[in-house]
């Protein structure tokens, strides 16, 4: 388990980082009024909007707190979503390959010798069903946060790309840290 996060001072990147597998992280220095919306942010326990141009440090801030709060372990508690025109606010929660579980669930029939199968229940369906669920980068965050009883980095990235109403249909999520999975 990890430990609670440090309060971030924005001092750890000072120089290069590089870490155990090679990456280095880039020096980055935080202007202090940064530092300290980072600090409220973690504090009031809600999320932190960062709006700027392209290149001017918004993912590397990101990256810079994880590894401030979680050393070289950073990449266990750093979550990136990149957001592209297409996606939807589900894909960072979780998605579900219905496809498969259809596919799997022809063959199975399929290959049953006496042509019968006894029904699952329904909770040997929702466990099956684990299966085909795939966590997003908030549902991993989420999951992190729950199982190691600490705040991780999750950074939504070029959220300006998405549907309009993207924003919006995370609303739920990021004010209570949740969401309900129906297939399972």
């Not at 300290?36 to 990256?63: D, Q, S």
């Not at 950073?74 to 929660?93: C, H, I, L, M, N």
């Not at 609303?171 to 209570?176: A, H, I, S």
Request: net charge negative.
């Amino acid at each position: 388990m990890a430990d609670q996060p440090k309060q971030y001072t924005g001092e750890k990147l000072k120089k290069p980082v590089k870490l155990p597998d090679g990456e280095i992280l880039a020096p980055y220095l935080p202007d202090p009024r940064l530092v300290e919306a980072v600090r409220y942010a973690h504090a009031l326990g809600r999320p932190l909007l960062l709006k700027g141009e392209p290149g001017c440090g918004k993912t590397l801030l990101a990256k810079a707190v994880a590894h401030e709060w979680f050393d070289d372990q950073y990449r266990d508690y750093y979550f990136e979503w990149p957001v592209k025109s297409t996606s939807k606010a589900a894909d960072g929660r979780y998605v579900f390959d219905y496809i498969a579980r259809l596919r799997d669930a022809h063959l199975a029939k399929s290959w049953d010798p006496a042509g019968q199968q006894r029904p699952l229940t329904e909770a040997e369906e929702r466990e099956h069903n684990k299966t085909y669920r795939h966590f997003g980068a908030l549902g991993l965050a989420f999951l992190v946060s729950a199982i190691r009883k600490t705040t991780p980095v999750v950074l939504i990235d070029e959220i300006d790309k998405a549907d309009i109403d993207f924003p919006n249909d995370l609303l739920l999520e990021l004010d209570q840290m949740r969401f309900d999975i129906p297939e399972t």
